[in-house]
């Protein structure tokens, strides 16, 4: 059994334009280049825009600066700090062995303490690599930075 096609030249390369925009469309999709919601966080203002765009009020200024030396191998502490970054979508594992610089912004609006809250940044390369909201009282916390309510 043979099929064939008669297609002109014309019909052809709409094809492959078609062809290659859905490809193209989908390898967008699957990196997530087509929805990068983080923008460039090298500036002090661009992280408070960040963190005041995902509903929190904090200090104009980090309380915090340091530039950190991630670990090489993953250690039983890092790797339950990584549980919560992967909640997020971050993935410290992409990182062993790198350094970042770490900014910690006071939360002013965090309702269910009465404690001091901060919000924390690990940024390398502009790109933000892992988030938390923290207490460091007595019966602090570290939770995820987004998609927690305040």
Not at 70 to 94: S, V
Not at 123 to 144: E, H, N
């Amino acid at each position: 059994m043979i099929i064939t096609a008669k297609f002109s030249k014309r019909k052809l390369t709409g094809l492959i334009l078609v062809v290659l925009v859905c490809a193209i469309s989908i390898a967008l999709f699957i990196t997530g280049c087509s929805g990068d919601k983080i923008p460039d966080l090298s500036e002090n203002e661009a992280r408070v825009a960040y963190l005041q765009s995902l509903g929190w009020q904090v200090s104009e200024e980090p309380v915090k600066t340091q530039q950190v030396n991630i670990p090489e191998q993953m250690n039983d502490t890092l790797a339950k700090y990584n549980d919560i970054q992967m909640q997020q979508g971050f993935d410290l594992n992409e990182h062993l062995g790198k350094t970042a610089m770490r900014y910690v912004y006071e939360v002013t609006n965090y309702s269910n303490t009465t404690g001091d809250v901060f919000a924390t940044l690990l940024i390398r390369d502009g790109k933000l690599i892992a988030a938390d909201l923290t207490s460091w009282d007595a019966d602090g916390f570290c939770r995820p930075l987004i998609e927690t309510q305040n």
